[in-house]
């Protein structure tokens, strides 16, 4: 029930901090509700202070704040497994979102991208 809510307010289902950076993970990647402020740090449960993470960016991050300069792991297991490229033509066929935001994200998915091609 609070991720539909949390659906409707962000208007979308997949994780804050993948969209922050321009990615949508793969079905294959669960999403998890996590606190803004974790309740260590005197956070609470209000809905106000929760939000979908992946499970790599909501396990990675423990009480700091999300950092958009490292590569969530799932995008290196979906090159690993030859299904990165797949996975961008369908984000694009879908309306989801692929486009990451910095020239050095950018650069790491094409390095993967090319990798999957050649191997
Ligand atoms: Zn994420």
Excluded: F
Excluded at 11 to 20: D, F
């Amino acid at each position: 029930m609070i991720r539909s809510l949390l659906t409707e307010r962000d208007g979308t289902e997949s994780c804050a901090a993948c969209l922050r950076i321009g990615l949508t993970p793969p079905a294959s990647e669960p999403l998890e509700v996590d606190h803004k402020q974790p309740i260590s740090l005197g956070g609470d449960n209000h809905w106000t202070n929760l939000q979908i993470l992946c499970r790599y960016h909501n396990r990675s991050r423990g009480n700091r704040p999300v950092d958009p300069r490292r590569l969530p792991t799932w995008l290196a297991q979906l090159a690993r497994e030859r299904r990165l490229k797949a996975h961008v033509a369908w984000c694009e066929a879908c309306g989801h979102v692929w486009s990451p935001v910095s020239k050095w994200l950018a650069s790491q998915v094409e390095v993967l991208l090319a990798n999957e091609s050649a191997s």
